[in-house]
Every structure is written in C-alpha cells, then in structure tokens.
C-alpha cells in the first residue's frame, strides 16, 4: 500500500490550497485518514481527521480555515485550505490509522509529504 499526496506548492498570504493524498494497493477498506504537518524546527502536527463515515476533527489552528473530506471509493483524502497565512508553511502528510488489504491489516501509514509554502 502506498500514500501519495499532491498539491503544495508556493501560495500568497490569503490563497487557498487543495491537497490530494490517494492510497493505493488492494485496499478494501480504510478507517481514518488525516493531515499531519511539520515546520521546520517544529514536532509533527494534527492538521485535521476524518473518519469513514466523514465524521471530521480540526485543530484549532486550521479551524474555520480549513476543511478535509474523503471520497471512499477513490481511497483519497483531500484537504482543502483558505485564508492561508506563514504560520502554515511546513511539509503536510497525509495518515492512515488502519487499513485492510485483501491479504493483511496495516498500521499508521504515512504519505510522503508535500510542501506547503506562504509567501507574507
């Protein structure tokens, strides 16, 4: 199974970002996918979580700026992000807690990341 997210890139004070991150393999099903972020010289951090049935969590930092959704069919996670500013310049990773294959159950899968840039 892999994780591969798209869609940093280099955006101005106020601009709007959507990532994408699509798990591929023989997936059957999976749990909760989530964003994660980590700023240089900073721990990784909750970005936003969601569950199968879409229920969805925030930090409070993206809160009201920020929405993740999820289409199951495409085992994707997207993460759609407005009103950015610098403090949320960092890699963003995309998370799955658990997933079942046709042959296994995986554990706390990570995406490879995409960089986020605002520009003050």
């Known amino acids: 199974v892999q994780l591969q997210a798209s869609g940093g890139g280099l955006v101005q004070y106020g601009g709007s970002l959507r990532l994408s991150c699509a798990a591929s393999?023989?997936?059957?099903?999976?749990?909760?996918m989530g964003w994660y972020r980590q700023a240089p010289g900073k721990q990784r951090e909750l970005v936003a979580t969601?569950?199968?049935?879409?229920?969805?969590n925030y930090a409070d930092s993206v809160k009201g700026r920020s929405t993740i959704s999820r289409d199951n069919a495409k085992n994707t996670v997207y993460l759609q992000m407005n009103s950015l500013k610098p403090a949320d310049t960092a890699v963003y990773y995309c998370?799955?807690?658990?997933?079942?294959?046709?042959?296994?159950?995986?554990?706390?899968?990570w995406g490879q990341g995409t960089l986020v840039t605002v520009s003050s």
């Open positions: 969601i569950t199968r049935s879409g229920n969805t």
């Open positions: 393999g023989s997936i059957l099903s999976i749990n909760v």
């Open positions: 998370n799955v807690d658990w997933l079942i294959t046709r042959t296994k159950v995986e554990y706390d899968r």
